[in-house]
T-cell receptor
Framework: DQQVKQNSPSLSVQEGRISILNCDYT??????FLWYKKYPAEGPTFLIS?????DKNEDGRFTVFLNKSAKHLSLHIVPSQPGDSAVYFC?????????????FGQGTILTVHP | DAGVTQSPTHLIKTRGQHVTLRCSPI?????VSWYQQVLGQGPQFIFQ???????GRGNFPDRFSARQFPNYSSELNVNALLLGDSALYLC????????????FGSGTRLTVV
């Protein structure tokens, strides 16, 4: 049972434009949602998070939106830069089973073209 | 400051063998978690340890075990290796068990032949 899903395997964007990465979840008991960025041969790096009681969190070029009624969150990157090209994972924390467990989506490969 | 360090970075094992992977957390972090990432998928939770006690276990067979030492470093052991165990094994550390400030290591790439 895939509790966190990223339905777009890849996304291609022009430099300077907005990148929107999407994520859907099924478990309404998740406490926090996080976005991680991963380069090849490296571990995931934390980008930004949002509490389940908020609907928006912003950090520089990165904004995460949470729509609890739709069980959907999205990561907006504005403006996109070539260095943003990586795999982006959506993850959810908690969920009523293991307190500190992160449940990851499958990932979306973002390519930003110069 | 050193980040999360994992060893070895790569290894190749034969089906049926046993493997031990090691992780040193960031200094001051008392929680270590293990994840398995199969190619094309997101990381899957295997274990979490906090203060040397198991705090969570994912949906993995009993062939997988782990422990945490007094210095908070950790080992992941896998017995009777199967081809399907080939994956990137990631270790993450955090200050406490429920703190989401996880920092991941670069992982150990395990290939089972």
């Amino acid at each position: 049972d895939q509790q966190v899903k990223q339905n777009s395997p890849s996304l291609s964007v022009q430099e300077g434009r907005i990148s929107i990465l999407n994520c859907d979840y099924t478990n309404s008991m998740f406490d926090y949602f996080l976005w991680y960025k991963k380069y090849p041969a490296e571990g995931p790096t934390f980008l930004i998070s949002i509490s389940s009681i908020k609907d928006k969190n912003e950090d520089g070029r990165f904004t995460v939106f949470l729509n609890k009624s739709a069980k959907h969150l999205s990561l907006h990157i504005v403006p996109s830069q070539p260095g943003d090209s990586a795999v982006y994972f959506c993850a959810a924390l908690g969920g009523g089973t293991s307190y500190g467990k992160l449940t990851f989506g499958q990932g979306t490969i973002l390519t930003v073209h110069p | 400051d050193a980040g999360v360090t994992q060893s070895p970075t790569h290894l190749i094992k034969t089906r049926g063998q046993h493997v031990t992977l090691r992780c040193s957390p960031i200094s001051g972090h008392k929680s270590v978690s293990w994840y398995q990432q199969v190619l094309g998928q997101g990381p899957q939770f295997i274990f979490q340890y906090y203060e040397k006690e198991e705090r969570g276990r994912g949906n993995f067979p009993d062939r997988f075990s782990a422990r945490q030492f007094p210095n908070y470093s950790s080992e992941l052991n896998v017995n009777a290796l199967l081809l399907g165990d080939s994956a990137l094994y990631l270790c993450a550390s955090s200050p406490t068990a429920g703190n989401y400030g996880y920092t991941f290591g670069s992982g150990t790439r395990l290939t089972v032949v």
